[in-house]
T-cell receptor, first 114, second 114 residues
Framework: AQSVTQPDIHITVSEGASLELRCNYS??????LFWYVQSPGQGLQLLLK??????LVQGIKGFEAEFKRSQSSFNLRKPSVHWSDAAEYFC????????????FGAGTILRVKS | NAGVTQTPKFQVLKTGQSMTLQCAQD?????MYWYRQDPGMGLRLIYY???????DKGEVPNGYNVSRLNKREFSLRLESAAPSQTSVYFC?????????????FGPGTRLLVL
């Protein structure tokens, strides 16, 4: 069965510092990978997705993620965090073997210190 | 485009009461989904509908029913609410791209069952 692990429940970074949020997945075939962001009281917004091709994927709001098959990882990065990036971030995995449904990680809450 | 809309935004129920959560999308998507979000558990799929006229169970369907009224609308019904159904409920719809569905989420319905 597919699963997604986000090892960090909370992360705190200073404004202007770099950010990396970890995501590891377990999936038998080629996964489809997503990162979503949820601001307080809001729904989930798609940041970026990986289906195939270049393993470094660019998303909205200056985020990027790198697919590393050997490490079963899809970590989200941002070179310089802004206070408005404070939110909860969810990694998700999907694939054709599972009817294209998504399995979500438990989420990582990002706090930004000024 | 409004995207995915959900009503109501908030609801308080007593144990045993029934209610229907409404969801509509204006993106002409075929697939629609209902999730619940609980702290530390990410999003869990309740039901989904791959196309108009079809519905299937997800990970946590017990205590819920759904209706795909037409292509735009997908409702979730709680026949006899229980405190364990206190949660935030998200509806999503998806578009097919390169063989994989990409999901877009509504703003959520916050439900408290007393």
């Amino acid at each position: 069965a597919q699963s997604v692990t986000q090892p960090d429940i909370h992360i705190t970074v200073s404004e202007g510092a770099s950010l990396e949020l970890r995501c590891n997945y377990s999936y038998g075939a080629t996964p489809y990978l997503f990162w979503y962001v949820q601001s307080p009281g809001q729904g989930l917004q798609l940041l970026l997705k990986y289906f195939s091709g270049d393993t470094l994927v660019q998303g909205i709001k200056g985020f990027e993620a790198e697919f590393k098959r050997s490490q079963s990882s899809f970590n989200l990065r941002k070179p310089s965090v802004h206070w408005s990036d404070a939110a909860e971030y969810f990694c998700a995995v999907g694939g054709m073997e599972y009817g294209n449904k998504l399995v979500f990680g438990a989420g990582t809450i990002l706090r930004v210190k000024s | 485009n409004a995207g995915v809309t959900q009503t109501p935004k908030f609801q308080v129920l007593k144990t045993g009461q029934s209610m229907t959560l409404q969801c509509a999308q204006d993106m002409n998507h075929n697939s629609m989904y209902w999730y619940r979000q609980d702290p530390g558990m990410g999003l869990r799929l309740i039901y989904y509908s791959a196309s108009e006229g079809t519905t299937d169970k997800g990970e946590v369907p017990n205590g819920y029913n759904v209706s795909r009224l037409n292509k735009r609308e997908f409702s979730l019904r709680l026949e006899s609410a229980a405190p364990s159904q206190t949660s935030v409920y998200f509806c999503a719809s998806s578009e097919l791209w390169q063989g994989q569905e990409t999901q877009y989420f509504g703003p959520g319905t916050r439900l408290l069952v007393l």
